[in-house]
């Protein structure tokens, strides 16, 4: 089958907290270019660096990574728009 793609919220994270992708690298140890292809899907973590990255944010890993693309921010306001 095609190759394997890991869906993640490194971005929306990194930016919620202001921190750049050198920041983000500089506390994982990892290359700044790293952060660059996690962030576009071009890179699979390993399990040891996902994990890592879900430490360092605070939250659990399925909130950072998913095998399915995450849901649109405000694609749920629908129902909240009717009971209102």
Same mark, same amino acid.
């Given at each position: 089958? @095609?190759?394997?793609?890991?869906?993640?919220?490194?971005?929306?994270?990194?930016?919620?907290?202001?921190?750049?992708?050198?920041? %983000?690298?500089?506390? %994982?140890?990892?290359?700044?270019?790293?952060?660059?292809?996690?962030?576009?899907?071009?890179?699979?973590?390993?399990?040891?660096?996902?994990?890592?990255?879900?430490?360092?944010?605070?939250?659990?890993?399925?909130?950072?990574?998913?095998?399915?693309?995450?849901?649109? %921010?405000?694609?749920?306001? @629908?129902?909240?728009?009717?009971?209102?």
């Amino acid at each position: 089958m @095609g190759s394997e793609v890991t869906f993640n919220r490194i971005a929306m994270l990194r930016a919620e907290r202001g921190i750049t992708r050198r920041q %983000l690298a500089d506390a %994982l140890g990892v290359h700044y270019q790293t952060v660059g292809y996690l962030e576009r899907g071009e890179f699979s973590p390993s399990l040891h660096l996902a994990l890592r990255i879900s430490e360092h944010f605070g939250v659990p890993i399925e909130v950072v990574f998913s095998l399915h693309p995450f849901p649109r %921010l405000g694609a749920e306001s @629908g129902e909240n728009s009717r009971s209102a």
